[in-house]
């Protein structure tokens, strides 16, 4: 038997094990051509409910189904929905030249009503918006004529274009799935008009998303793509290695589906490829400074612990290099954060001292400080589903021990963890930057929010000029305005020690070897799956 009729009868039996994996009862053939049309990639969680605009569904599988009017990319805002724009000279007015050419998934044509109407649908339900400062300038919109679309601000906003790029909200459904004139309450089908339609999910099983052949920017070479729900760790290393899926990636939430270690040997089989992004995001330990009851409190705790985290060996042996060493909350690559900050480096004899003079004490024969009859210990929280994020915790801990501190660590699934960040339930939690596509803007402007940020920086010193300053640098038009306003605003974070960068983190995928048109958008949520093909 030759090696191509052995890979012939072998790509066959992987299509055979996919279908069944999808609970097809139906006897179906599929040849090895269909088959290569077909992708399969592994996620932690479900895609939940697909609401382009809720905040519950997966960004990835949203992203195959929804789109915005303009697009982020590396040499900056593009057309998408929109050809083209103009913005006043007051920066209050966008108008919208739109495609017309494009229908939702369902047949309705997309145009410059279906844009009020899912614009007015998120406007409607505010109160999930509020990280999201655009949803708070928006004073009206108007339909000018079937495909010109006005926006209005109630001021000047230049994050605004940036805000329309995103995954979610201000993205596009058709408003024949509007329950009770919105969406608010939820809706009754998912056609947006990306690249892909979703044709069928069962939930914490797997969704199945079919090529949109109406598609205006063309249809998509892969002509099905699979979204199978498993563990991340060894379930989803053996589901590769027995072709029951054969595409992973780093999922939205920073979650690793199997070890670096482990990509790297199916990277030796020569049956899979690895590809990594530019660093696009960075990890980091986010700190509750507005619990008063606890020792992160103080700002010297909270220095203290990033001067005992040796991230050098964190970069090399836990991310075997994949990831780079972080000093500071964005990387210089991000716009507007190349500031020069104080350098905290691996210190352990800084941290004592800092410790030592903020009245930590070492007891003769202890292992843990004490102020005031209360020892230094703290929680740590951490996403169980994530490997190097335990690996991380426990090599943290075993660090600050030498410095004093007790560090007791938590697991927990992300949404609990979410939950407590929003909640100020926390005292130290892992975390990342929203990443290229939306920093500074987007993580600065949740320092303010009580879903993201705002338990970490409200018991600062300087609070209220922090956000002072982050509503002027949301406003200002002029560049060296904004340039010397998001400085200020990283000085004071940095100086306070709340957000503790450990590693600069990337998209990572691994992937059949023969599967072409592998690439990354500027946001580390989402994959373009229309790009890619077999060879």
Request: charged share 25%.
């Amino acid at each position: 038997m030759t090696r191509k009729t052995i890979g012939l009868l072998m790509a066959l039996m992987v299509s055979i094990v996919l279908l069944a994996a999808c609970g097809n009862d139906k006897a179906e053939t599929t040849s090895p051509a269909d088959q290569r049309k077909e992708l399969v990639y592994a996620t932690s969680k479900d895609i939940n409910d697909m609401n382009p605009h809720l905040y519950t569904g997966s960004l990835p599988a949203q992203g195959m189904v929804y789109e915005s009017l303009v697009e982020n990319t590396e040499d900056g805002i593009k057309p998408l929905l929109a050809e083209s724009w103009k913005v006043s000279d007051d920066g209050k007015i966008y108008t919208f030249h739109l495609r017309k050419d494009v229908k939702f998934h369902d047949g309705e044509p997309f145009n410059a009503e279906a844009v009020k109407k899912n614009i007015e649908a998120v406007q409607s339900n505010a109160s999930k918006h509020t990280w999201i400062k655009l949803s708070t300038k928006i004073a009206s919109l108007q339909a000018i004529d079937e495909y010109t679309f006005e926006l209005v601000l109630s001021e000047p906003y230049y994050p605004t274009l940036l805000e329309l790029s995103m995954t979610r909200p201000y993205v596009f459904i058709s408003p024949k799935d509007f329950m009770n004139g919105g969406t608010k309450d939820g809706v009754n089908g998912y056609d947006g008009t990306g690249p892909y339609k979703l044709t069928e999910h069962k939930s914490d099983q797997y969704a199945v998303f079919e090529a949109n052949e109406n598609y205006w920017g063309g249809a998509p070479k892969v002509s099905k793509v699979t979204a199978k729900v498993l563990p991340a760790g060894e379930t989803t290393l053996l589901a590769l290695q027995k072709g029951e899926v054969d595409f992973i990636f780093t999922d939205d939430r920073g979650a690793d589906s199997i070890d670096v270690e482990a990509m790297n040997k199916l990277v030796e089989t020569g049956e899979y490829q690895l590809v990594r992004s530019k660093a696009m995001n960075t990890k980091m330990i986010v700190a509750n400074s507005s619990q008063a009851d606890s020792p992160i409190h103080k700002t010297a705790v909270r220095e203290a612990i990033w001067y005992s985290i040796d991230r050098e060996t964190i970069s090399k042996q836990i991310f075997n290099g994949t990831e780079t060493e972080a000093d500071t909350l964005f990387s210089s690559n991000v716009n507007y954060a190349n500031v020069a900050l104080k350098k905290r480096g691996y210190d352990l004899e800084k941290a004592k001292e800092i410790l030592e003079e903020a009245g930590w004490k070492l007891e003769k024969g202890g292992e843990v400080r004490i102020k005031d009859g209360s020892k230094l210990m703290i929680k740590l929280y951490y996403d169980v589903n994530s490997s190097s994020q335990k690996t991380q915790a426990e090599f943290i801990q075993s660090t600050v021990k030498k410095i004093g501190i007790e560090l007791k660590l938590v697991g927990e699934e992300s949404s609990s963890i979410a939950n407590r960040r929003s909640t100020g339930d926390y005292e130290l939690l892992f975390n990342q930057t929203w990443g290229l596509a939306y920093d500074p803007q987007s993580t600065i402007a949740a320092f303010t929010s009580e879903s993201a940020y705002l338990h970490t920086t409200k018991g600062i010193a300087k609070a209220n000029e922090l956000y002072e300053k982050i509503n002027q640098v949301m406003v200002t038009m002029e560049e060296a305005g904004r340039k010397s306003l998001y400085a200020d605003i990283l000085t004071i974070v940095h100086d306070e020690a709340v957000f503790i960068p450990i590693t600069n983190g990337n998209v990572t995928v691994v992937a059949p070897e023969n599967l072409h048109g592998i690439s990354f958008k500027q946001t580390q949520y989402e994959l373009p799956f229309e790009r890619l093909y077999f060879e």
